[in-house]
């Protein structure tokens, strides 16, 4: 091929040389590619989508809880969707920390917490969907940001310029 288009988040390009699933480049990358990579953070944002038979939660965009050592924050997805969908979302240590529980225990944790937010019995849910960013083989990640101390503009400016080896 006269070109290629390699476009891979993040997560992938941080992956450790000796690690399953490095990617190598031949030639390799430029130092500043490299410096990008390794100075630009990613991050975790796991949710867990519910479906109810009907709404029975106050209308309001989102709803809350903070207990000791988590915080729960929930997208009523009624306004988006029309249909009775709470989406539940983990960031930090505790998305990461939720990866390893199964969907059932994450379903069970999320009708605790509801139950806890409205004050009141809950309806057996439709159905659910879970997300684990952080183990899909193909990101590893669920957004990039940009750290304490780092030239945001430098580093993201060289992660997004396109290489040319003629």
Avoid at 100 to 127: F, H, N, T
Wanted: charged residues 20%; contains cysteine; aromatic residues 10%.
């Amino acid at each position: 091929a006269d070109a290629v288009v390699c476009t891979l988040p993040l997560g992938i390009l941080k992956i450790p040389p000796k690690d399953s699933g490095h990617v190598s480049f031949v030639p390799p990358l430029p130092q500043s590619k490299k410096n990008a990579i390794e100075q630009l953070g990613t991050g975790l944002l796991n949710k867990c989508a519910i479906s109810f038979p009907s709404a029975f939660w106050h209308n309001s965009e989102f709803l809350g809880l903070a207990e000791r050592g988590h915080s729960y924050l929930v997208l009523n997805a009624v306004k988006y969707t029309g249909k009775p969908i709470l989406i539940f979302m983990y960031g930090g240590s505790f998305a990461k920390e939720l990866e390893s529980w199964s969907d059932c225990a994450i379903v069970d944790d999320c009708l605790r917490v509801l139950k806890r937010i409205v004050g009141k019995d809950i309806p057996e849910p439709v159905d659910y969907c879970v997300t684990r960013w952080g183990k899909e083989l193909y990101s590893r990640m669920s957004f990039t940001y940009i750290p304490p101390g780092v030239d945001g503009h430098t580093q993201l400016t060289a992660a997004g310029d396109a290489l040319y080896d003629p």
